[in-house]
């Protein structure tokens, strides 16, 4: 996956940016608030449809054109895949809409033909890392389910799909329940309801187990490589609905504990879930709400059997969210083939020098990698010869002189 050319309108501070992207590393330089991370975000964009930022598209239109009654936000990817070509452009359309009000309409191109965001995902892969993620692990839940839908939406056919059937058959099965819990309502619909979310919920949680510990496995060996060997770690995927019989007697198991799920059949997760539901009806109509299912898994990092987001260290919190993504990274190259483009906003300031060095060779290899910082000399000497050098101020994106893409 190679990313030659970018072209942006309006979006953020940037009002035009329209620029060869090198195969090699590229370093955008500047001081805070110039726009150096809205690049990144730009680029994340258009594989993902959000923002790692916001979740209000709205709030990525430049400010001055979102004041306008019709406002434009576009950006366009011409990129490689494989020995093929594409254009990816995403359109976001502030336009007016009754007496004083404005909504955002998105539309999305691929090769010049209009597409569903659901269709399109994927065919553009990035991975990005920023400060603010350490939320992925000291955040709450809903975090780090983002974290996977994500990944997952990139990498796995259909995944983003079936996220959005299930959420509506969420939302009926929930409201169903309220009226239930109200005195209103036919309790027989539960029954469609039920099927409709085992069976797309099922399909999620196979693909989460199997995701999470084909990730596992490149994060514990990135880690392990980060720490010098001195810590052991290890991803723990809880499900709100366990597909997995617990041993009779027993009410839990302890974090630390491994846990093979992978064995499962997909008919086993659909009807233990459709069978869990039927059994807790009478719970959920009484709280109205549904209390099991995908939208209430959690992930949790271990290291030596204890929690990070507990008890891990600043700098052991950086170590596994660097590790984690460095893991996504080699994951969607071994699921796709290709690996996505490397996003790292100001990560060189979360690393102290040995996992500067450590960073700098892990990524000299055949991905394409952007960093953005506030201080060059974090780089070595070495690198920099070798890479291309941005700099952004208010804006504007201006490639160092004597630079060839």
Do not use: C
Not at 44 to 54: E, H, K, N, V
Not at 117 to 140: L, W
Not at 180 to 192: F, I, K, P, T, Y
């Amino acid at each position: 996956m190679q990313l030659k050319h970018l072209s942006l309108t309006n979006f953020r501070s940037l009002t035009r940016l329209d620029a060869e992207l090198p195969r090699r590393a590229l370093v955008l330089t500047g001081g805070n608030a110039q726009g150096k991370t809205s690049v990144l975000e730009a680029i994340y964009f258009l594989a993902a449809f959000t923002s790692f930022q916001t979740h209000a598209d709205r709030q990525i239109v430049n400010f001055h054109e979102a004041r306008k009654p019709l406002a434009v936000t576009r950006l366009v990817a011409d990129y490689q895949r494989g020995k093929t070509k594409h254009r990816l452009e995403t359109r976001l359309i502030l336009e007016p809409t009754g007496a004083n009000g404005q909504r955002l309409r998105k539309e999305i191109l691929l090769d010049g033909a209009r597409r569903q965001v659901n269709d399109v995902i994927g065919h553009f892969n990035a991975v990005i890392f920023a400060p603010q993620m350490s939320q992925i692990i000291e955040g709450g839940p809903e975090e780090r389910r983002r974290y996977l839908n994500l990944a997952l939406s990139q990498t796995l056919p259909s995944y983003a799909r079936d996220l959005g059937d299930y959420s509506q058959a969420l939302t009926q099965r929930n409201a169903l329940l309220k009226a239930l819990n109200e005195g209103a309502g036919n309790s027989e619909q539960l029954e469609v309801w039920d099927e409709a979310l085992a069976g797309i919920g099922a399909r999620i949680i196979q693909r989460r187990i199997q995701a999470i510990q084909e990730i596992e496995r490149f994060a514990s060996r990135v880690h392990h490589e980060l720490t010098r060997g001195s810590e052991i770690l290890r991803l723990a995927y809880e499900p709100a609905y366990d597909p997995l019989p617990k041993p009779e007697g027993q009410l839990g198991l302890k974090i630390d504990t491994s846990i093979d799920r992978t064995s499962l059949n997909l008919k086993e997760i659909q009807e233990g879930f459709f069978a869990r539901l039927k059994q807790i009806r009478g719970e959920e109509i009484a709280r109205g709400m549904t209390t099991i299912g995908p939208h209430r898994d959690d992930l949790r990092f271990i290291i030596n059997k204890a929690d990070v987001s507990d008890y891990g260290s600043r700098g052991q919190v950086r170590t596994t969210l660097l590790a984690l993504k460095l893991a996504e990274v080699e994951w969607m190259k071994e699921r796709t083939g290709e690996y996505p483009v490397i996003l790292l906003d100001e990560v060189m300031a979360e690393l102290d020098s040995s996992r500067r060095s450590d960073l700098l060779t892990y990524v000299g290899g055949d991905q394409q990698v952007l960093f953005t910082t506030t201080d060059l000399s974090l780089f070595s000497h070495e690198f920099t010869a070798n890479a291309e050098v941005w700099d952004v101020k208010g804006g504007v994106v201006t490639p160092r002189p004597g630079q060839m893409t």
